[in-house]
Structures are given as C-alpha cells and as structure tokens.
T-cell receptor, first 115, second 112 residues
Framework: EPEVTQTPSHQVTQMGQEVILRCVPI?????FYWYRQILGQKVEFLVS????????KSEIFDDQFSVERPDGSNFTLKIRSTKLEDSAMYFC?????????????FGPGTRLLVL | GQQLNQSPQSMFIQEGEDVSMNCTSS?????WLWYKQDPGEGPVLLIA?????ELTSNGRLTAQFGITRKDSFLNISASIPSDVGIYFC????????????FGTGTRLTIIP
C-alpha cells in the first residue's frame, strides 16, 4: 500500500540553525500538508500546498517557515532559524483530489529537537 | 480559533471491555474523522463521517456524527491489547482537502 515517507526520522539542531524536513507524498496525490505536534499535545495544522503554492497557513506558520516542492516527488518544510519552541514532531500528509470524501494520509513524522 | 475538546482525557480499562469517547466542538464541522496514533508514529485514519447523524462502523469501531454537527463519538467494542494508543477526533469545515483541526486526544490504556 502506498504511504507517505519522511526523512530524517529524528533531527537534533542548535537554536538559530536552519533545518529542512523532507517528505515524499503518495505519488498520485496533489495536496500536501505539514502539521506539528508538541510533545504530549494535539496535532496542529501548519500549512497546505497545492499547485505549487500555499493554499492555507496557520498563525504558527510565520516568516521563519517555508515550504517547497523542489521536484516531482519531494515536499519540504524549512525552518530558517530554529527556536527552542520549534521542538516537536512534524508530520507531512497528502491527499489525492478535490473530492468530498478525500482522506489525508500522514507520514511517520520527524522528531525535531532544538537545543 | 476552532477548538475540539475530547473526553475523557485518558481511560484505563481491562481487555474485553467496551470503550466510549467523545468530541465536542465550539463550531460546526461538516466532516468528522477519528484517528489513532501509536507512540512515535503518525495518525492513522480509523473512521470518516460526512453526514450529520451518520453512524459508521469499521470492525469493532463505531462512530457517529452528531446531529448538531458540533460533536462526534467513537465506541470500541471488546477491546484488545493493540487498541492501546491515543485517539484523536478531527474536523474539517467542509471537505477532504481542507486543514484538519484535531481534538485534544484520549489516551487508552489496557490493564492486563
């Protein structure tokens, strides 16, 4: 069964450093998302992406964040200058088409720790 | 913003017992979903609900979309050890490609 994959599974970085989290969505999917989950808390929406542009973003997704689809298979989340509070699990998700009953499929996540 | 509150926050049950949890919202959602998250993994979709009043089953799981569109419940019958995990409800304003708003989660633990 096709699945969303994410790399790396874990990343440790120093505060102020840039990080890039990578995702390979399911191959025929057209909508891509990033969510994050701070330890012990609920999953929160960051951004959605379609047709090479951001569809929607949350208040969390400030100027320090950016997303890109650099090629036909990868979808990346960049945090330019990490802060301690960026430590969280970051999940990528994808969905197929603009249908009424379309499901978002989640990847296994990247655990980011900012020191 | 929109808030989804789940109850209970945690449950400790014995294997074989039935489980019931619910989710309430401060605003209307037209799609309700229930996800399960195992430790260190991403959420996995269990059940999706698209119509107010809808009752849907997936094996031992049953979920209902509340008539007011502001609540949903999930039941698990005859719990087994692999049911352990965190259950999240999630809502979407309309349809599948909109952002998901997740609930606060219910942690299920099965006592041996």
């Amino acid at each position: 069964e096709p699945e969303v994959t994410q790399t790396p599974s874990h990343q440790v970085t120093q505060m102020g450093q840039e990080v890039i989290l990578r995702c390979v969505p399911i191959s025929n999917h057209l909508y891509f998302y990033w969510y994050r989950q701070i330890l012990g808390q609920k999953v929160e929406f960051l951004v959605s992406f379609y047709n090479n542009e951001i569809s929607e973003k949350s208040e969390i997704f400030d100027d320090q964040f950016s997303v890109e689809r650099p090629d036909g298979s990868n979808f990346t989340l960049k945090i330019r200058s990490t802060k301690l509070e960026d430590s969280a699990m970051y999940f990528c998700a994808s969905s197929e088409l603009e249908k009424i009953q379309e499901t978002q499929y989640f990847g296994p996540g990247t655990r980011l720790l900012v020191l | 913003g929109q808030q989804l509150n789940q109850s209970p926050q945690s449950m400790f049950i014995q294997e074989g017992e039935d489980v019931s949890m619910n989710c309430t919202s401060s605003s209307i959602f037209n799609t309700w979903l229930w996800y399960k998250q195992d430790p260190g993994e991403g959420p996995v979709l269990l059940i999706a609900l698209y119509k107010a009043g809808e009752l849907t089953s997936n094996g031992r799981l049953t979920a209902q979309f509340g008539i007011t569109r502001k609540d949903s419940f999930l039941n698990i019958s005859a719990s087994i050890p692999s049911d352990v995990g965190i259950y999240f409800c999630a809502g979407q304003p309309n349809f599948g490609n909109e952002k998901l708003t997740f609930g606060t989660g219910t942690r299920l633990t099965i006592i041996p």
